[in-house]
Every structure is written in C-alpha cells, then in structure tokens.
C-alpha cells in the first residue's frame, strides 16, 4: 500500500463507493425485474444471476484497499461535515462487510433460499410445525450473524443495526413500551366509537386501467417524477431506487377495491420522491439514511397525507369522475381510517398496525435472548395477539407464519415499520408548523410545499446524520412517540 | 497451476463457462431494460452500469486460468463431439477476448458512444459530413481492431468473423455476386408485373391494445412460450436471450398498420424461438450458432412462413375479427409481398432487402481494403443504390446516415442479414421436402411440425458445428444462393 495523502485516498474512495453503488444497482435492476418482468421458467436461472452479482458486490464491498485508503483519510481530522459523514459511514459498511466469513454468507444463502419454500409449503398446509426445524436453523445462523457482528449489550442489538443505525433493544422497548401502553386502550375506545362499519366500495370491478392512470396521477401529483421512474404492477408493492434518476415504485390493482392500489401507490410514492430526491452520487452522503427513515417518508405519505381529509377534499372529485362512483369526502375518509383489530399486519389500519409489530418485536427480542424457543413461537403470538388486539389467533396461516421476514432471515426488520411510523407524525408535525397553509395546500392538491421542506429536512442531508439524529434536526426535537400518540388521537379520537 | 487431469480442467471450464454465461445474462437484462422500461433521466447511470458489467464480462472472459484449463483440457485428443466443439469454442472465445488490450476496448468503447451522439446530430441536420470525421475514427479504430484479432487473406475478414465464425470477404463476394446478377434484373421483372399498389389498410387507428393481443396469440402460435419469454414493446424491435428460461423479444406499434407490428413481431418469435430452444446449459454447446444462423430463423418465420399464403390462410379470419377489417387473404398476401424499390433497408421488401446488403457490404469491403475513404462513401452509396436499386438518393437521412450500425463501430455485420435470407431459404426447402404436408400444418395453424424440425437440426447443436456446416446438415447439401433465389422466383414470377 503506497502512502496516500488523506486527500487522494478520499477521491479513491469516491470513486470506489460510485462503482459500488452502481453495481448494486445492478443488484437492485435484478431483484426489481424478478417482481416485476420475469417469466416463471426464469426462476432457476435468475437465483444463479442473483448469487453472482451479489458475490461480485460483497467482494467488492470488502475490497482491502478501502482499508488502506480509510486509514490514509483518517490522518486528516478537520474533514468538513459531508467528508467525515462520508467517511465514518464508508467505515462502518466495510467494517460489517467484512465481519461475515463469505463461507458463512454463502450457508445463510443457502439456507433462507430453502427456508423461503419450506416457509411456502407450511403456509399450504396451515402447519408451523412444517417450519419450525428450518426456522430454528434461520435462527441460529442469525445469532452467529450477530456474533460476528460483534454486540455490546445484547445479540440483537447487532441486527437492528444492520436496519437502523445505533437503534439498539432497550431504545425499541422504551418507544414501543409507551406506545403499547396507549394503544390497547385506544382502539378499544376508537372501536367502541366509531359507528357501523362502511359499504363495499360500488358494485362492479374497477378495471386495472384505470387504477393505473388514477395511481399515475396521484403519484405524479404528490411529486413522483415519471421521467426518472417508473409504476409497475407486482404482487408484493415495493420501491427500488436503481441509479440516479432511475426510482421505480410498484403497486398492486384489487379489482374489487380501488383504495387498495391508491394506498399502497400512495406508500411507495413516499420511498420513491426520497429516492429521487437524495443526490444519488454514489457515496452515503447521497443515499437514504436508514430503513425507518425511509418508512417514515412512505408512511408520512401514506398515513399522515392518503388518510387525511384534506386530501381528500381534493382528490374525491377525480376519483369518482375515474370510477363513475359516488362516494362523498365523508365516505372515503371514512373508509381510509377505518380501524379494526385482525389477525394480518399488512391489512392493518393506522392506530392498530403496530401493535402487529410490537408482537413481532418481543418475540425476536425474546429469541435472540435464548428465553424463547422456535417451537413456542405460536403459544405466544396468540397470547400477545390476544393481550394486545383482542383477537383469536385460529391457524398459523393468518397468524405467525404470516410474514416471509423469518424465512428470509430478516430478523430487526420489524421495528422499523413502527419507528417510521413515530418518525413520520414528528416530521408532519414539525412541517405543519413550518410550512404556512400546509393543509390547504394539500386541500387544493399542491403538494410541493411538503416535499421542497422533505427535500430541505430529509432528502439532501443523505446519511449525513444517523437517523435519530436527522429526525431530532429535522423535527426540533428528540425523537419522541407523543407526537404519534398526539396524531393517533387528533385523528381517531376528536372527529 | 497444478497439473490437472483433462477430465477435471473440463469440469472447470464448464463452471467458468456458466458464470460468464449468467454474467452476461446480467449484461443482457441491463441492455433489454435500457431499451424497454429506463426512465429517461436513468440514461447517464445507465449507462455507468453498462460500463460496469462490460468490464466484469470482459475479466472474466480473460481469466488466465481459461488458459490453463485449456492446455490441460488439450492432452485428451479423443473427446467426444459435444466435448470436443466446447473446447475449440471456449478457446475461440477466451483467443478473441485476450487479443484487444483493455486500454483499446475502453478507447473504442469511448469512441463509439461519442459517434452515436455525432451520429444522431448528423440526423438531425441531414448531413453525413457533421458525422464524417468522427465514423473516420471510428473505422481506424475498427481496422486496429482487426489487426489486433489478426487476418489472412484481408483485413476485413476479421471483422465478419466476429459475428459468423469462418466467414470471409471472399466467400461473401461468391454469394452476393450471385444474388446481385440475379436480384436486379427480378426486381425490375417483379415491379413490372405486379399490378397496382394495396390501399391504405383501413381507414381508422389501430389500438396498441389490440396489436398486442395479436401479435402475443399469432407468437403463441408459432412456438414462443410466454413461460419462458416475454413480448413488450419498443422503438426498435430486438430479441435478447437473458438466461435458461428467459427470452425476450419485442416489437413496435404503428397505429396506422398492424402489418407492421406482426411482421416485427414473427420476425423476433423466430429469434426467440431459437433462443428458448437452444440448452442454455451456460456452455457453447448450449448457445445460438451465429449471427446469420439466428437471422436465419427470424427471417424464415418473417418471410418463408409470414409472408406465405399458407400463413394467411389460417390468420386471416383471425386478422379480420381483432380489427373489424375485412381483408382478403389474397389482400393481404398482396400487402405483404409487395415489392417497391426504396431508399430505406428496415422498410425494404424481401426481395430488394438484400440489395440495401450488398451495397453495404461492398462499401465495408472497400473501406477495409483502404480503397475507399469514409469522406467518399455517399458518392458511393447513390452510384451503387442508383444501379442496384435504380432509386436516387436525394439526402443522407434516408441514404448513408439511416442505419446505427456504423456509428456502433458494427462492421462486418450486414453481411449476416442476407446471409440469414440465404440460409433460411435453405433450411425452408429442406423442411417442406423432410415434413409430410407442411404448408397444409401451417394453413391450419399448426406450427410445431416445423419448430420440431428446427429443433431437432438446428436448435439442439448450439455452436457444436460451424455455421455453414450446421446449415449443410441441417439442409443436406452445401450453403447455396440458388435456393434463396428459387424462393424469390416462385413467389414473386409465377403467382
């Protein structure tokens, strides 16, 4: 390694980070035409595909000359705040990269590929005890995942870091502790309130067509720019960022409900402006933050914008002039924040959906800290649905074996769905106070008020700040849930 | 390197061999999407992408072990066919790929891509001399290139290799002198005797809907499995072999002529066809023959079978019922073989087409013999279309400046377009006297006697023998113009 100026070795860094990054938008291209192009018979090939360019990535990423260089940059102290963000962060990616033996990396392949079809086939049958044994083997190859990581206080620390960085166990138990707290009674208070449930939406089928142009207009509306991305149809709604000024989102068309493509459109429309809307020049400076950050731009769309009523003031003329339906501001705001507790998270309303993490949440905790074995898995679920939603858990198919995230090996994923939700009310919080007129801007369908102070908030600074950091800067306060409790009973609560 | 047995240095290569395959089936999917789904802005990172898995491609293409797994390999003199024909491809291959130095593909690569742009920029204002000294580079480029491959007999010959193994200027010159004596004077028998012009088809637009319904029944039909491939559109109309189990082909709408989209569309159905047929085992012995081979099977599905009357016979209630047309089947085989000289290749007929071939062929030819200089190719280029074609060529746009070839640094390429007339020619004679009652199979609408054929002489043998003599075993006497020109006789003098 020849000595490098901290100066040089920060370039060589640049330009190692742009073609990494690049490269998983190789990645990114890949896994996005799976869901969304693919032919069926593709799907052997496709897996070879995948694990190639993920090995071509990963050796990349632990490429030993990033250590060589991070040293040579690290001799310079007074970096200004973009380098040393850039920096720290380029540390911590290759640090974790090369954590994982690639023999290790290569079995957990291997095994959650299989887990994911064993996953599949209890699911036919109604039967987690079909899943238990692989999931048990998932399991076990997380804990050493998150030895190698390395932990201070305890194992699962190291895997919501890998979502979240610095979220750590005792943080989660803080924030849901509170929530969970609020919540249980709240629904059963909102329940009890909230008068005869609505109608089926119209009687005949929405036709695909025209959901699609009506998601188009919406997404394009809230700031979505259709000349650097794309809507698709897929299954499962997700949002790839593939390369500058490449953001594809999906949804999925319900032909019996038109709310259902709006909402999940409206969803990814958040991920897909913050895509758009970081720099995108391939160091972490111009990439998300965090996963719940990026949930907080989804769900702040979603939730915050799609289920208010000035929202609606807006679109309801153009969505019954789309449906030829007849549904009063009244009606649809009744049908979006609708709220009843059931057994699936992703039907989930608003107030009710985290609690379907929280679940989620202890019993990860619960593994990862050897109190609680895979087979007990579903005694517990039903308890915490019970204690938690009031409901009864019947089979295994509507209750744990719900979520592909196990079979994937995705543990201290969960979490963030919920801390995007408490970050999404203090960032709208704080941009209703900031933004004059904010609302009847939304009311008379301008939305580029929200977004310029998304873009000035959130978007520019990148990875800048870790992402508790960043929502502190952007909201002027600590993180906090009051101000999703405050939102949750503003909303549910007083009207 | 170890000493390896031949045995295990094959085992090697086929691994290798397979990887490179499904790399450069990354390569292919970054290439379909750029043409099919790329938001525009993604152009620029696209592009980065591109450069990204091209050198991934090309490294390991260059892997030194090849090498040495191809000496090992080399100590066994006795292997079988299969066996024997990977081995002189992978070493073919690994040869071609190590002779250009990676600082000269970079270079071209630089170059080309600037000559695309100068290229669309001499479009625009109709002038091949805004284009004229950047295509000059272009050449030199392509002539260094050929002596980097190296050449016997002239330079040019290195250049037609790289798309048809073994092709050479000579050879080329036997068979165009052949089909030009012939072609010019039939044209002129042909336009004096065909009557007057088809009328515009219809009088209303043509819903891209309905098109593509069509074209995905008429593909259906003729063998492309839609679970293994995919039909979308775009501007202009390729096939592209991903993966085992993924082929792609596309084609273009023209609002005003569903002829136009059917033509494209069967034409890619024969490329796809070939490519869903074909093992795709990841070694050459799974992989398309050439590319006058692959043009071969295009062009016998567009012009042998879609341009037959048998062909009509079947789609023309079918053509009817989805346009609320009203087109006799005499109409429409009257459309589509109508012949007309003109100035443009892409929307020549199938008899002229092949003179828009020879004139470039000859100018390439020129070019790389240092007989002619690029500033003097559109002087060329009306003289030959002036005595070929017997049309004047009053601007570039529509004469030297129409084909993206060149402007690729594509030499050597033209050749094959013709060289597929004259091969599927061949295969389509040997096929109406090897099938019992084809053309009553496909005036039924019954295609898979004849994909049966193709599969059993052409598909199955991937690259295992060189063009000519897969095309010689498949058709049973050696590669001939004469049936090329039978073809064009009985269809266009004695109907």
Redesign the interface.
């Given at each position: 390694m020849n000595a490098q100026s901290p100066e040089s070795a920060y370039e060589s860094l640049v330009q190692h980070s742009?073609?990494l990054t690049?490269?998983a938008?190789?990645q990114a291209?890949?896994e996005w035409?799976q869901e969304v192009?693919?032919?069926?018979?593709?799907?052997?090939?496709?897996s070879?595909?995948s694990g190639?360019?993920a090995r071509?990535v990963h050796r990349k990423a632990v490429d030993e000359r990033v250590g060589g260089w991070l040293e040579a940059a690290a001799l310079k102290t007074d970096w200004p705040l973009v380098h040393a963000a850039n920096i720290r962060e380029w540390k911590r990616d290759y640090d974790k990269a090369r954590k994982l033996p690639e023999e290790f990396v290569k079995k957990q392949a291997e095994v959650t590929a299989r887990a994911y079809h064993v996953w599949r086939d209890a699911r036919e049958t109604d039967d987690f005890g079909v899943f238990a044994p692989t999931l048990a083997e998932v399991v076990d190859l997380a804990k050493q995942e998150a030895d190698y990581y390395g932990w201070k206080d305890e194992r699962y620390d190291a895997l919501l870091d890998l979502f979240e960085p610095e979220l750590t166990t005792s943080r989660c138990e803080a924030l849901f502790a509170d929530l969970r707290a609020e919540l249980t009674p709240m629904v059963e208070r909102i329940v009890a309130g909230q008068g005869p449930a609505p109608g089926p939406f119209g009687a005949a089928a929405f036709p695909i067509e025209a959901q699609a142009d009506f998601c188009r207009r919406v997404s394009g509306a809230l700031g979505f720019?259709?000349?650097?991305?794309?809507l698709d149809p897929t299954i499962h709604p997700f949002t790839t960022g593939?390369?500058?000024?490449?953001a594809r989102i999906t949804t999925n068309y319900n032909t019996s409900d038109p709310l259902d493509s709006l909402s999940s459109t409206v969803h990814e429309t958040g991920h897909g402006i913050y895509e758009q809307g970081v720099s995108?020049d391939g160091t972490p400076a111009g990439q998300a933050c965090s996963t719940a950050v990026h949930e907080s731009q989804s769900r702040l769309y979603e939730n915050e914008v799609g289920r208010g009523r000035a929202f609606w003031r807006y679109w309801q003329p153009g969505l019954n002039a789309q449906y030829g339906t007849d549904e009063s501001e009244d009606d649809l705001v009744r049908r979006v924040t609708w709220v009843e507790p059931g057994l699936v998270r992703t039907r989930a309303d608003e107030v009710t959906y985290n609690l379907h993490v929280i679940v989620r949440f202890e019993i990860e905790r619960d593994l990862f800290r050897d109190e609680l074995e895979v087979a007990d898995i579903p005694r517990v679920w039903r308890q915490k649905y019970k204690d938690y939603l009031g409901v009864h858990v019947p089979g295994d198919l509507d209750g744990v074996l719900q979520d592909v995230h196990w079979a994937n090996g995705l543990f201290g994923y969960f979490p963030t769905y919920t801390l995007g939700n408490v970050y999404a009310a203090q960032l709208f919080d704080a941009a209703r106070r900031e933004i004059p007129g904010l609302e009847n801007a939304i009311a008379s369908g301008d939305f580029k008020p929200l977004r310029d102070w998304m873009a000035e908030k959130i978007y520019r600074w990148g990875r800048v700040y870790t992402p508790e950091q960043l929502i502190e800067n952007a909201a002027g306060s600590p993180v906090s849930t009051s101000f999703f409790i405050e939102h949750l009973k503003a909303r549910y609560l007083r009207q």
């Open positions: 742009r073609e690049w490269t938008g190789l291209l890949l035409d192009n693919m032919p069926p018979a593709g799907a052997q090939s496709h070879e595909m190639i360019i071509i720019d259709f000349d650097a991305g794309r593939i390369a500058w000024g490449d995108f």
